[in-house]
């Protein structure tokens, strides 16, 4: 075989891959989608957006996503930067940061529910310092924004890890040579953070923000663990629409629009934070 054909026999298992666990399905839910009773029809996108739990769970996946990210990312970049600058252990730090990596969705939003709820820690804390006599329903459909804070929270201890690992290793690939320099030209810590770490972090500060941010739309277990349906998001009524309603094709209306943020969101990200052409570390 001509080793010019080499690099692309490579790429075919991963081009099948590819096909066959994401085009396909892509698809077959595009298709859904747009039919109804085995023909065309615009009626499943119609239901789903007439619905009125719609834009409520439209507004408060972009909104959570727009809060969480942000701060995983201030609260990584400074985990980041304390792994990286430890002289001693380094590797002790790091396995603490990164303990609730090893907790699945569901598991952290029970946790947070333990904090929670009315028997849980947080009323338990309150009772105990005197601050209430009886146990307050954080979690009930009159606090929406309570169960907000709380996804929030339980986001934010669950999946900073995520995105602290990823800039560690980053963080790793800068040359000190860089820090020395600015150190000789007078830049202090900011400056040499701002000017030096920040560029040349670009690349995995754009894979953190991508992963993250598609995850973020993608929130389901935490917020059924801790609100159930009181806090629609667009990955709940994707559920409640599949196996609630038995409606597939209108769940396949909320899968396109996941996936059309989703790829909206990759692009944006894409163009802001581009290498330059030719840059290198």
Known sequence: MPARFLPYLMLLPATIFLLVFFVYPFIQIA???VTQDGGFSLQPITTMATHWKFNAALGWTVLLAAVVVPLQLVMALSMATIVTKLKTGRSTI????????????????????AIFEQSG??????????????????????NIWVI?????????????????????????????????????FGANGWQRFWRITLPLLRPSLQSALI???????????????????????LMGETFNWQFAMQDRNVASAYALVILGISIAATLFFLRALRVPKGATI
């Open 148 to 184: 907000f804070l709380a996804v929030v929270l339980a986001e934010l201890w669950r999946a900073t890890a995520i995105v602290m690992v990823i800039l560690v290793s980053g963080m790793g690939l800068i040359p000190k040579e860089y820090y020395e320099a600015g150190e000789v």
């Open 121 to 142: 820690f947080l009323n338990s804390m309150l009772a105990g310092l005197g601050v209430i006599e009886q146990p307050i329903l954080f979690l009930g459909y009159q």
């Open 211 to 233: 992963l993250r941010t598609l995850a973020a739309f993608e929130v389901f277990a935490v917020v059924t663990a801790l609100g159930g349906t009181t806090l629609p998001v």
């Open 31 to 33: 298709i859904l989608a």
């Open 94 to 113: 790091l396995y603490i940061f990164s303990i609730p990596l090893g907790l699945s969705d569901l598991a952290a939003g029970i946790v947070w529910l």
